[in-house]
C-alpha cells in the first residue's frame, strides 16, 4: 500500500482523522456561543413564554406503537400543555399490547382527544401521513409516545411560526430521562453538546440537519408543500428536514421547549438506534446528491459536505484501527504502522477539546436543566464508548442501505432504558 500510496498523502489521511475531530469541534463551539449571545441569552426562562400576537389552533400528533407502559404519562403532560386551543390525536400503529384499549379510554374521558386505529404496523411516516389528513387544524406538533412535554413548549415553539410565515418546522429540546448506567449518564451529556449545541450551530451558520423528531412543530402548508413524510425513510425526521428546506422552507430550534425522553441504555439497545441513524443520514446523503451544482441549493451544501466528511472519516478512523490490529500479526511498512491505539499526546488534545466541547454545552443548556455539572466528568468516556459506536455504524449502515433498497420503514419497540 506504502508503494501504492506516497507518504503525503499516508500522512494527510492520518492528519485528517486526528484534525478533523478538532476542527468541527471547535467549529460548533463557536457557532453554539454566537446562537446563545444572539438569539438566546435575552430571552426569558422557560417557564415564562412571550405572549403571542394570536394563537391559532393546533393539532396534537402522537403515532404509538406498544405504548402501554408510557402512553399515561404522555397524555396527562400534553392535556396539561398551556395553550388555549389544541386537539390531540392518539395514532395506535397495530400495537400488540394493551395501547388500543388505553387510547380508547381517553377520549371518553377528554372531548380533545380523537383516536385513529391502524390495522397493522405500518410506521411512523404512515401514521403521521393518516393523522395530517384528520387532523383539523393548521399546525402540528408531533410528539413521540413516549416523551413528556414542557406545559410551556407549544407557545414557544409556535413563536417562530408566527412570526414569520417563511417557517416551515420547528424542533424542541430533547432532554433524557433514563440515567442509571454509564451509557445513560453519557447520553445527558451528548444530548446538550452534541444535540443542543449543533443545532444552535447548524442555526447560526444557516441550515439544520435535522429536527429532533420526537418533538417539533409544523406548519401544514410547509408538509404540503415537500409531500408530506416518507414511509420509505428510517429516519423521517431527518427526510423532512431535508425536503422542507429544499423547498427554502427554514427550520429551526427552540431550545425553550423542552421535552423528556426516554433513551436506551444498553448496548445492544444503543446499537440498534445509532444503526437506524446511520442509516437514516445515509439515506439522505444518496437521495440529495443532487444537490451538487444547483445554485439555488447553495446553502444546503455545507450541511451535506458535513455530514459526507464524516462519513470519510469514520472509515479512515476504521482503517487506523485495522492498521494497528495487522500490525501485531504482520510486518508492516513503517509509514503504515500504527504503533498504539492508546492515547497519547494527540489524545490529550482531543480529550480536552471534547471536555471543553461537553463544558460550553453545558453552560449554555444550565437555564434548562438544573445539576448538569455533576455528569461532567462521566463524558471523559465519550471519545472511546459513543465515537467507536459512531464508526462502526457508519460502517456498517452504508451496505445495509444499498441492499435494502426502497422499502417501508415500520415500527420495532425501542429500548427505553431503565426508567425513573
Not at 409516545?145 to 406545559?151: E, F, R, T, Y
Request: charged share 20%; aromatic share 14%; net charge positive.
Amino acid at each position: 500500500m506504502e508503494n501504492l500510496l506516497p507518504g503525503s498523502v499516508i500522512d494527510a489521511i492520518f492528519d485528517f482523522t486526528f484534525y478533523y475531530p478538532l476542527f468541527m469541534s471547535y467549529l460548533w463551539m463557536c457557532g453554539g456561543l454566537y446562537y446563545y449571545f444572539h438569539y438566546e441569552r435575552a430571552d426569558r426562562p422557560f417557564d415564562q413564554p412571550p405572549p403571542l400576537k394570536e394563537y391559532p389552533p393546533v393539532s396534537i400528533l402522537v403515532p404509538c406503537h406498544n405504548e402501554a407502559e408510557c402512553i399515561e404519562e404522555t397524555v396527562a403532560a400534553l392535556q396539561a400543555i398551556d395553550y388555549p386551543e389544541f386537539e390531540i390525536l392518539l395514532i395506535d400503529d397495530g400495537s400488540t399490547d394493551t395501547t388500543p384499549q388505553m387510547l380508547d379510554r381517553f377520549t371518553k374521558a377528554d372531548r380533545r382527544i380523537r383516536v385513529i386505529h391502524l390495522a397493522r404496523n405500518q410506521g411512523k411516516a404512515v401514521g403521521l401521513n393518516t393523522a395530517a389528513m384528520m387532523a383539523k387544524h393548521d399546525y402540528f406538533l408531533c410528539i413521540d409516545g413516549d416523551s413528556i412535554v414542557d406545559p410551556h413548549c407549544l407557545r414557544w415553539m409556535m413563536r417562530h411560526l408566527i412570526d414569520s410565515p417563511r417557517v416551515g418546522a420547528v424542533t424542541g429540546n430533547p432532554r433524557i430521562r433514563t440515567r442509571s448506567t454509564l451509557l445513560g449518564r453519557i447520553q445527558v451529556g451528548e444530548f446538550s453538546s452534541i444535540i443542543g449545541l449543533i443545532k444552535r450551530a447548524q442555526r447560526t451558520y444557516g441550515k439544520v440537519f435535522t429536527v429532533s423528531g420526537v418533538m417539533v412543530c409544523f406548519r401544514r402548508a410547509a408538509l404540503h408543500n415537500a409531500g408530506y413524510w416518507n414511509p420509505d425513510a428510517l429516519t423521517e425526521d431527518i427526510d423532512i428536514s431535508w425536503r422542507l428546506q429544499m423547498r427554502h422552507w427554514d427550520v429551526r430550534f427552540e431550545p425553550n421547549a423542552l421535552c423528556w425522553i426516554l433513551m436506551p441504555e444498553t448496548m445492544r439497545g444503543l446499537w440498534r438506534q445509532r444503526l437506524r441513524w446511520a442509516m437514516g443520514g445515509t439515506q439522505v446523503l444518496f437521495s440529495q446528491n443532487g444537490l451538487f451544482g444547483r445554485w439555488r441549493h447553495r446553502r444546503m451544501l455545507p450541511v451535506y459536505l458535513e455530514y459526507f466528511t464524516s462519513v470519510i472519516w469514520a472509515y479512515t478512523m476504521a482503517a487506523v484501527i485495522l492498521l494497528w490490529a495487522l500490525g501485531q500479526f504482520v510486518t508492516l511498512p513503517p509509514a503504515l504502522y500504527v504503533d498504539t491505539l492508546i492515547p497519547g499526546w494527540n489524545g490529550m488534545v482531543i480529550g480536552t477539546t471534547c471536555l471543553l466541547q461537553f463544558a460550553v454545552s453545558m453552560f449554555l443548556d444550565a437555564k434548562y436543566e438544573k445539576g448538569l455539572g455533576r455528569y461532567y466528568y462521566w463524558m471523559i468516556w465519550y471519545p472511546l464508548a459513543y465515537w467507536m459506536l459512531s464508526v462502526f455504524t457508519t460502517l456498517v449502515a452504508i451496505p445495509k442501505v444499498i441492499l435494502r433498497g426502497k422499502k417501508r420503514a415500520t415500527w420495532v419497540s425501542p429500548d427505553r432504558g431503565l426508567q425513573p
